[in-house]
């Protein structure tokens, strides 16, 4: 097994993974949001089996602003993170986070952050399986205060859909 960071050519296995983590996001905002990643400071990893077979992956990004239980800022942090439910348990995830962490370290950085939905046990006990301490828990909250606009690039749904779940992962 091999963990790379993604190439152009991968986009559309790339764009195959996310859908399968986030289902129910449409698919302009996940485009968005890939080019988004893909013209930052962040990082997207892979997973190949010994096939060549990409079966995961792992979105960092860089968040400049406040991350909750973060003693630095910025800080890379773990947008997403996927394993093929064939290839759960077996490393995969495992990989791809010492890779997301030693990259983070070879850009001069020295913590990692990342989230899961308050239901997803199975991303929570795995985030605990790998070093990371949990630090809080929250619900967030929007108020509209006007009708939204649309913008150029907007998701078509005005921006209704909400962040999707987390990681799933081995």
């Known amino acids: 097994m091999k963990v790379r960071k993604m190439a152009d050519t991968d986009k559309p296995k790339w764009l195959e993974l996310r859908r399968a983590l986030w289902p129910e996001c449409p ?8 080019d988004q990643l893909q013209h930052s400071n962040g990082v997207v990893l892979l997973a190949e089996d010994s096939d060549g077979q990409v079966v995961g992956f792992a979105e960092i990004s860089i968040r400049r602003d406040h991350v909750e239980g973060t003693s630095s800022a910025p800080v890379p942090y773990l947008e997403g993170w996927y394993v093929n439910p064939s290839r759960r348990r077996q490393g995969v995830g495992r990989a791809l986070i010492k890779s997301a962490e030693n990259w983070a370290l070879e850009a001069g950085f020295w913590e990692l952050a990342s989230d ?11 985030h605990w399986d790998l070093g990371f301490r949990e630090v809080g828990r929250s619900v967030h909250f929007v108020r509209s205060l006007r009708a939204p ?13 909400a ?8």
């Open 116 to 126: 899961a939905e308050s239901d997803n046990h199975d991303a929570i006990r795995a």
């Open 27 to 34: 698919a302009d905002r996940h485009l968005l949001e890939m």
């Open 149 to 161: 606009m649309a913008e150029p690039g907007a998701p078509p749904d005005g921006g209704r859909v």
């Open 163 to 170: 962040r999707r779940g987390h990681q799933r992962m081995e």
